[in-house]
């Protein structure tokens, strides 16, 4: 399954794909012939630039994004919007890689999310580490792309909610124990 | 204020409670005898140690003995020193922890199938004091059932990461007052290291 390599570049760079050959893809990965695709079958068929198999919880949660009626899986037409998404965290991650390490070192990574630090919230050294350390399930000190996916997804959430709290936008919160707990419990 | 977890029932050894350090019944502790088991010469234990620790101790009873991320999770929880290991006071601090949640957990499990349902899910966080939105109580759900059910192990796992974010929260607020203040760095690192 050849999502990670340039086997065939589309035309025009922001068409989007062509139906028969998203067809060919979405009839491959969906191996029992369900007419979904499932987390198992998604993981399989996504490689994140080593041996070991792809972030499960990534899969959960763009299986999830995609999956309108709590089905647990993806029908053709939600495919399209998984395969564009994870082709634009391709790349991204390709972007982001300058050193085309397959990985995303402390330095990339600080390049990657200074979307996150705009106007008033200002990221300290420490908070690159923190990410890393939590995300990097290949214990390299650098995330592969499956832990970059998902490192992305939980800080756009815990910064959207951030956001809705922080009224004034001076990067300050005031938050009750309750509106804590159900602010980051179903996130992280 | 009053946090959920901390008093009576539920809670385990209020902070600052004497430590166990030379105590002349350490020895004869049979707590103290399972952990030195594993323990070794440095007498702490890591997520592994605590899973066998905890399976020896016959901690579950009749329940599945509990994995090993439920186990990195209850480190982490108690882990002070950020050594990812356990020492003795802390291991006794989380059986005691454990032992009322495991007695709550079983008041509602009356048909010893070692899983609730979703609604006494509900009730259990609810009865322990933990007040969540309606929304987050179903994420809360959602993430800890499989086929509709929360295991024993899930429901620690909840309970765990629930008395996480309630410390975190408490130190920061200092006037006791239910409300604390984050800055945005500050709210990202100690909510994903939590």
């Known amino acids: 399954m050849a999502y990670q390599n340039q086997y065939r570049q589309p035309q025009y760079n922001n068409a989007p794909a062509d139906q028969g050959f998203l067809w060919n893809i979405f009839q491959r990965v969906d191996k029992d012939r369900s007419g979904a695709i499932s987390d198992t079958e998604l993981q399989q068929a996504l490689s994140n630039g080593t041996w070991t198999p792809f972030n499960p919880v990534t899969v959960r949660s763009i299986i999830a994004m995609f999956d309108r009626d709590n089905k647990g899986g993806v029908n053709f037409n939600e495919f399209a919007g998984v395969w564009k998404y994870i082709t634009d965290w391709q790349n991204i991650f390709r972007t982001y890689d300058r050193d085309n390490s397959g990985f995303i070192d402390k330095t990339e990574l600080k390049q990657a999310l200074t979307g996150f630090g705009e106007q008033s919230y200002r990221l300290s050294d420490q908070f690159y580490n923190t990410l890393i350390e939590k995300f990097d399930r290949q214990r390299k000190g650098q995330v592969a792309f499956d832990d970059f996916i998902q490192c992305c997804i939980v800080l756009q959430r815990l910064t959207d909610v951030f956001r809705r709290y922080d009224t004034d936008q001076d990067g300050w919160i005031q938050v009750s124990y309750e509106q804590y707990l159900s602010m980051v419990f179903n996130i992280v | ?194």
């Open chain 2, 1 to 194: 204020m009053s946090y959920p977890g901390y008093a009576g029932g539920y809670g385990g050894a209020p902070p600052g409670a004497p430590g166990y350090a030379g105590f002349p019944g350490q020895q004869q502790d049979p707590l103290f005898g399972y952990f030195s088991g594993v323990a070794g010469q440095d007498g702490q234990i890591s997520a592994e140690e605590l899973q066998t620790c905890l399976t020896q101790a016959q901690f579950s009873g009749g329940y599945k003995p509990f994995n090993l991320e439920t186990c990195r999770l209850m480190i982490n929880m108690l882990d002070r020193d950020m050594s990812c290991t356990m020492g003795f006071n802390e291991f006794k601090e989380l059986w005691s922890v454990l032992n009322g949640w495991k007695q709550h957990f079983m008041s509602i499990d009356r048909d010893h199938s070692g899983t609730v349902d979703p609604q006494e899910m509900q009730q259990a966080m609810a009865s322990m004091g933990y007040r969540l939105s309606p929304q987050a109580m179903n994420c809360v759900v959602k993430r800890y059932s499989t086929h509709g059910k929360i295991t024993f192990d899930d429901y620690v796992a909840c309970c765990v990461r629930l008395r996480s974010l309630t410390d975190l929260f408490r130190r920061r607020d200092q006037a006791g007052q239910g409300v604390a203040s984050f800055q945005y760095d500050d709210f990202i690192q100690c909510t994903m290291s939590s």
